[in-house]
Structures are given as C-alpha cells and as structure tokens.
C-alpha cells in the first residue's frame, strides 16, 4: 500500500520506527518530514499528508504528533479527509469500518513504539464495512461539499 507519513518533533522518533517496520512488511511509505528532530509547526505537515491523500496520490496518511489530536485537527480540514486519532487498536479498527479514516493521527508522547505498529497494522488492513456505515460517511462528505465550497 502507498501510504503517506509525517509527524512534528514530539512524534519524530515514533515517525522514524514506524516508517521502517511499514517498509519491511511491503509498503511503499513516502516520508512528508521533517527530516530531522527539531521543533516544528505540526499543521505544516499535516497539510502535506492530507493533500497527498485527498489527492489520490496515497491510499492511506499516517500523522504524529505528541499526542496525534493537533494533526488530526489540521488533516480533518482538507476536503475528503477523515483523519482519526487512534491510541488503540481498537478504536482504529472502528475509525476504519464505520468512518472510514484515510488518516490515522497518534500520539508520540502517548503510544509506545510496539503498539503504534500494531495500530498501523490495523489501520492498514482494516476494510470499511460499507452498509449503514456508508450513509453516515456520506453524510460527512455533504457536510464538508456544503462547507467546504
């Protein structure tokens, strides 16, 4: 999968660990930046991803900052990006089958390397369940169409 990532300075190390172990299971992961830990403004990068998403350019976004809720804010304000922070796998497999997330947002601060992989596991290979669940997104989308104009 073609998956987009960036983080800011709190989520530098997390980015870093992530971009590698993705890379070795077979994804193709293009890193947005930064490219090295210093202090940076996290809605320049989220803007980054969430176009690179939006556009088609990338199946999926993964963002990380301390603690994943200012990117999420900034990604979630691109059109035809539903960027959730996800701390558990469990509530990545809910953001995936029942809103259909393009952009996984977590928390370096707040999620141990070990278990964001597992995050990003689910985030990947979770399907959207369509049904009731489609109606809803599709809602969303109308919300953002009559918004976002």
Known sequence: MKIAIASDHAGFELK?????ALRREGHDIADF???????VDYP???????RA???????RGILICGTGLG???AANKVKGVRAAVCNT???CRIAREHNDANVLTMGGR????ELAHQIALVFLETPFLRGRHLRRVNKIRAIERRECA
Request: proline share 6%; charged share 20%.
């Open 71 to 73: 990117m999420s804010i």
């Open 53 to 59: 998403v939006s556009s088609g350019g990338f199946s």
């Open 16 to 20: 870093e660990y992530l971009k590698e």
């Open 89 to 91: 796998p469990e509530l």
């Open 110 to 113: 707040i999620v141990a390397k």
């Open 33 to 39: 930046g930064p490219q090295v830990k210093k202090a």
């Open 44 to 50: 320049d990068y989220a803007v980054q991803v969430a």
